[in-house]
């Protein structure tokens, strides 16, 4: 079954500036976190999320990768299956373990039932 990816917005240099440029407010969302190639091409290598404050996680992370891109979701439950379809789809290699369900299996994975 072909896996159907989140939509992103472009990707940029991972700097609390450029999150609260890019986010406003409090929001869930889910993000990928990498290195920046030609074209705005980028590898990623962490994929994530936040279930209520994806500005915040994202500048937590900000001393650690160069890039990212993120969508935002209405629910904590859009927003796990968003990470669990961009952890599918890229195998980010620094993300072995599977994103971790908050709650029941009305929330499960929608590529592995995880
Ligand atoms: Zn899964």
Do not use: W
Not at 4 to 21: F, G, M, Y
Not at 66 to 75: C, K, Q, S, V
Not at 105 to 110: G, L, S, T
């Amino acid at each position: 079954m072909p896996i159907s990816l989140p939509e992103l917005n472009d990707p940029k240099a991972l700097t609390p500036e450029n999150v609260d440029a890019a986010i406003r407010g409090k929001t869930p969302g889910f993000y990928v976190l990498g290195v920046m190639g030609e074209n705005k091409l980028m590898t990623v290598t962490y994929v994530g999320r936040s279930d209520d404050d994806l500005a915040s996680k994202l500048k937590r992370h900000a001393a650690n990768y160069p890039a990212f891109a993120f969508g935002t979701a209405e629910t904590a439950v859009l927003v796990y299956q968003g990470e669990c379809r961009l952890y599918h789809a890229l195998k980010p290699s620094k993300h072995v373990m599977h994103p971790i369900r908050r709650g029941g299996a009305e929330r499960a994975c929608p590529v592995c039932r995880q």
